[in-house]
T-cell receptor, first 118, second 114 residues
Framework: AQTVTQSQPEMSVQEAETVTLSCTYD???????LFWYKQPPSRQMILVIRQEAYKQQNATENRFSVNFQKAAKSFSLKISDSQLGDTAMYFCAFMKHASADSNYQLIWGAGTKLIIKP | NAGVMQNPRHLVRRRGQEARLRCSPMKGHSHVYWYRQLPEEGLKFMVYLQKENIIDESGMPKERFSAEFPKEGPSILRIQQVVRGDSAAYFCASSRLRYGEKLFFGSGTQLSVL
C-alpha cells in the first residue's frame, strides 16, 4: 500500500522569503503522479503543481517548484518570494499511473500548515 | 464554466438524523469522487462513481453510508443515522476522463453532528 508522509505539521516564514515543504512517500509502483494541493481557509482544494514520475525534469509553476528525487521517494515543494496569500494548508498526494488498478485514488499526506508573516 | 459545486457548505445534524450532501461536477465531467477529511488529516477516499454506476466504494463504511450519481442531477452522498464520529468535511471531486489525473475539487461540506 502507498503512504505519504509530511513531517512538518507547521511552518512560518516572512513574506518574500523562500520556503520548502517536505514530502516523502512509499510505493512499489514505478510509474505514478505526485501532487501538491493548497487548502486556504476557504477550504477549497486547489491544485498547485503536478509531477509525473517518469519525467526527470522537476515541474515548475511560476513561484512554485518541486524537487523530485525518485530514488529517495522525496517530493518537496519550494515556494519562492512567498506572499501573504500563500498562507494555507499544503497537502502532498500520490496517484498510481493510469494503467494500474485503483489508479483514480489519491493518497494524501496529513498536511503542512504554512503561515506567511507580513 | 462553473467549478465543482457542493451544497450545503455547512450542515448541522443531531445524532440519528440523516445527512444528504450534494455535488454537481464540472460541466463535461462524468466521473465523481467523494473524499472525507477529518481535522488535522489529509483526505481519505470514500467512493468513485460514474453516471448511474458505483465503480468503487471500498473506502466507504459498509453501514449507514450510500452514494449515487443519477443520470440527471447531482451526485448525492447520504449518511443515515448520523453519529458524532461522522463529523468531518466531505469533499467531492470530478474529472473528465476515467483515468484522469486532474481532479477538480469542490469547497466541501462541513458536517457537524450534535
Amino acid at each position: 500500500a502507498q503512504t505519504v508522509t509530511q513531517s512538518q505539521p507547521e511552518m512560518s516564514v516572512q513574506e518574500a522569503e523562500t520556503v520548502t515543504l517536505s514530502c516523502t512517500y512509499d510505493t512499489s509502483e514505478s510509474n505514478y503522479y505526485l501532487f501538491w494541493y493548497k487548502q486556504p481557509p476557504s477550504r477549497q482544494m486547489i491544485l498547485v503543481i503536478r509531477q509525473e514520475a517518469y519525467k526527470q525534469q522537476n515541474a515548475t509553476e511560476n513561484r512554485f517548484s518541486v524537487n523530485f528525487q525518485k530514488a529517495a521517494k522525496s517530493f518537496s515543494l519550494k515556494i519562492s518570494d512567498s506572499q501573504l496569500g500563500d498562507t494555507a494548508m499544503y497537502f502532498c498526494a500520490f496517484m498510481k499511473h493510469a494503467s494500474a488498478d485503483s489508479n483514480y485514488q489519491l493518497i494524501w499526506g496529513a498536511g503542512t500548515k504554512l503561515i506567511i508573516k507580513p | 464554466n462553473a467549478g465543482v459545486m457542493q451544497n450545503p457548505r455547512h450542515l448541522v445534524r443531531r445524532r440519528g438524523q440523516e445527512a444528504r450532501l450534494r455535488c454537481s461536477p464540472m460541466k463535461g465531467h462524468s466521473h465523481v469522487y467523494w473524499y472525507r477529511q477529518l481535522p488535522e488529516e489529509g483526505l481519505k477516499f470514500m467512493v468513485y462513481l460514474q453516471k448511474e454506476n458505483i465503480i468503487d466504494e471500498s473506502g466507504m463504511p459498509k453501514e449507514r453510508f450510500s452514494a449515487e450519481f443519477p443520470k440527471e442531477g447531482p451526485s448525492i452522498l447520504r449518511i443515515q443515522q448520523v453519529v458524532r464520529g461522522d463529523s468531518a468535511a466531505y469533499f467531492c471531486a470530478s474529472s473528465r476522463l476515467r483515468y484522469g489525473e486532474k481532479l477538480f475539487f469542490g469547497s466541501g461540506t462541513q458536517l457537524s453532528v450534535l
